[in-house]
């Protein structure tokens, strides 16, 4: 309510850009960032802000899957440990991702599996470090598999070309585990909140590709899709 002498008046003003679970001040001076949110979340452009605040609830050593819409110094990101996907292979009891810790650049739009190391409802993210906010869903590639970004609420259904060879991301709930967990074949009804990552087998692997190395080792993983294991570890 703005009062100027004897008149008074009520205006009403919007003093953010909203990108779904992204909001942006209009001055870029601060970009709040809803990870709990399951709203369609959508940067199109880059945009520089000042700051960033971001809320999502974790739980001390139960990983989990996350997806940062920009780049960051990974020694400015204190609250827990960032792990990205680093191929499949083989081991005494059944199929296994690995994973390698990220001690140096977080990279935007790039999925990663999480560790929080205390129960906290933010990230902690450098004040007055500019960083440029933008979404585009992406993916890391190993062999026939792919660890994907999301930034929509994802839901797959009877009769989904993904059904069979999707997998969610089941967190460890044994504190001492650290970083273990399982990836898990998702049926049909199963949803995936905005800013997580999914692992998928993808048949459509370009014909003649060179085979990378350590792939020769996961060669079990890329037959049929029936004979997909029901749970990676």
Same mark, same amino acid.
């Given at each position: 309510?703005?009062?100027?002498?004897?008149? &008074?008046?009520?205006?009403?003003?919007?003093?953010?850009?909203?990108?779904?679970?992204?909001?942006?001040?209009?001055?870029?001076?601060?970009?709040?960032?809803?990870?709990?949110?399951?709203?369609?979340?959508?940067?199109?452009?880059?945009?520089?802000?000042?700051?960033?605040?971001?809320?999502?609830?974790?739980?001390?050593?139960?990983?989990?899957?996350?997806?940062?819409?920009?780049?960051?110094?990974?020694?400015?990101?204190?609250?827990?440990?960032?792990?990205?996907?680093?191929?499949?292979?083989?081991?005494?009891?059944?199929?296994?991702?690995?994973?390698?810790?990220?001690?140096?650049?977080?990279?935007?739009?790039?999925?990663?599996?999480?560790?929080?190391?205390?129960?906290?409802?933010?990230?902690?993210?450098?004040?007055?470090?500019?960083?440029?906010?933008?979404?585009?869903?992406?993916?890391?590639?190993?062999?026939?598999?792919?660890?994907?970004?999301?930034?929509?609420?994802?839901?797959?259904? &009877?009769?989904?070309?993904?059904?069979?060879?999707?997998?969610?991301?089941?967190?460890?709930?044994?504190?001492?585990?650290?970083?273990?967990?399982?990836?898990?074949?998702?049926?049909?009804?199963?949803?995936?909140? %905005?800013?997580?990552?999914?692992?998928?087998?993808? &048949?459509?692997?370009?014909?003649?590709?060179?085979?990378?190395?350590?792939?020769?080792?996961?060669?079990?993983?890329?037959?049929?899709?029936?004979?997909? %294991?029901?749970?990676?570890?």
């Amino acid at each position: 309510t703005l009062k100027v002498a004897e008149n &008074e008046a009520t205006v009403e003003a919007e003093f953010v850009e909203d990108y779904g679970a992204i909001q942006i001040t209009l001055d870029h001076s601060l970009a709040i960032i809803d990870g709990n949110s399951k709203v369609a979340t959508n940067v199109p452009q880059a945009i520089e802000v000042n700051s960033v605040e971001m809320t999502r609830n974790f739980k001390r050593h139960s990983s989990t899957t996350i997806t940062l819409p920009f780049t960051v110094d990974a020694a400015y990101v204190a609250g827990g440990i960032f792990c990205k996907f680093a191929g499949l292979s083989n081991s005494g009891s059944g199929a296994v991702v690995k994973l390698m810790f990220v001690s140096t650049v977080l990279q935007a739009n790039v999925p990663y599996v999480y560790v929080p190391l205390r129960e906290k409802r933010s990230i902690d993210l450098p004040a007055g470090e500019t960083v440029s906010i933008k979404t585009e869903e992406s993916y890391v590639e190993f062999g026939n598999w792919q660890f994907r970004s999301a930034y929509s609420l994802r839901k797959w259904v &009877e009769g989904d070309g993904e059904q069979g060879r999707v997998y969610g991301f089941i967190p460890s709930n044994q504190e001492s585990d650290g970083v273990s967990g399982k990836f898990q074949k998702l049926k049909s009804g199963s949803t995936l909140s %905005p800013m997580r990552a999914y692992l998928i087998y993808n &048949e459509a692997v370009m014909a003649g590709r060179p085979v990378m190395k350590g792939e020769a080792a996961a060669s079990a993983l890329r037959s049929n899709i029936s004979d997909l %294991p029901d749970e990676i570890g």
